[in-house]
């Protein structure tokens, strides 16, 4: 595994629940779990008209080392000041690798 490899900074966000102050109620918030250095490459970009306005649909292909601390499918990746959801999650011996979509 190259270090030069990495040279994107990303963010792993997960939801957490914080009370709303009514009657017992939360709603999701999203927080940091960490930063990372990371490769990332595009695989698809799109544009398409959905219910009337201009859509666009971003993929990337993520990898990054292998933390202590879990990514899963709840999670979510802020990348270049945008939010991607994680729509593919594969974990090797000390790599982690997403496909993420906007």
Do not use: H
């Amino acid at each position: 595994m190259r270090s030069t490899k990495y040279k994107k900074r990303i963010t792993i966000q997960i939801a957490t629940k914080v009370d709303d102050g009514v009657a017992g109620g939360w709603k999701n918030t999203w927080a940091d779990l960490y930063s990372s250095w990371a490769s990332v490459v595009p695989i698809t970009g799109m544009r398409r008209l959905e219910y009337g306005r201009m859509g666009f649909i971003e993929a990337y292909e993520v990898e990054l080392r292998k933390r202590d601390t879990n990514v899963d499918s709840d999670c979510q990746v802020v990348y270049d000041s945008n939010t991607f959801q994680i729509k593919a999650l594969t974990v090797l011996d000390n790599v982690v690798k997403l496909e993420i979509v906007r």
